[in-house]
Nanobody
Framework: QVQLVESGGGLVQPGGSLRLSCAASGIIFTIYTMGWYRQAPGKQRELVAHITNDGSTNYADSVKGRFTISRDNAEKRVYLQMNSLKPEDTAVYYC?????????WGQGTQVTVSS
């Protein structure tokens, strides 16, 4: 059974930082592209960042220079370091594992940026 479990969300002031973590089980973690997506109220889910099995990364323009995605293959975890957070970063953040036709999602973790 595949499980992706996110943690690390919460309430933070503008300009602050959070680190999201996603623990994966039930998949051969090293061969999957891992990603973080987010969905704000009334908006479609959007890609934030992803990291391939060989460590190549891709970011949404809105988070470049502020967010960093990384993975620990030994621990089967993917991280999202979020710095200089803005109110518009407020959303539910979802962990994703993708490989060919396989596509798995976590339950999401809420990130709220507000003073």
């Amino acid at each position: 059974q595949v499980q992706l479990v996110e943690s690390g969300g919460g309430l933070v002031q503008p300009g602050g930082s959070l680190r999201l973590s996603c623990a994966a089980s039930g998949i051969i973690f090293t061969i999957y592209t891992m990603g973080w997506y987010r969905q704000a109220p009334g908006k479609q889910r959007e890609l934030v960042a992803h990291i391939t099995n060989d460590g190549s990364t891709n970011y949404a323009d809105s988070v470049k220079g502020r967010f960093t995605i990384s993975r620990d293959n030994a621990e089967k975890r993917v991280y999202l370091q979020m710095n200089s957070l803005k109110p518009e970063d407020t959303a539910v953040y979802y962990c994703n594992a993708a490989l060919l036709k396989f596509d798995f999602w976590g339950q999401g973790t809420q990130v709220t940026v507000s003073s």
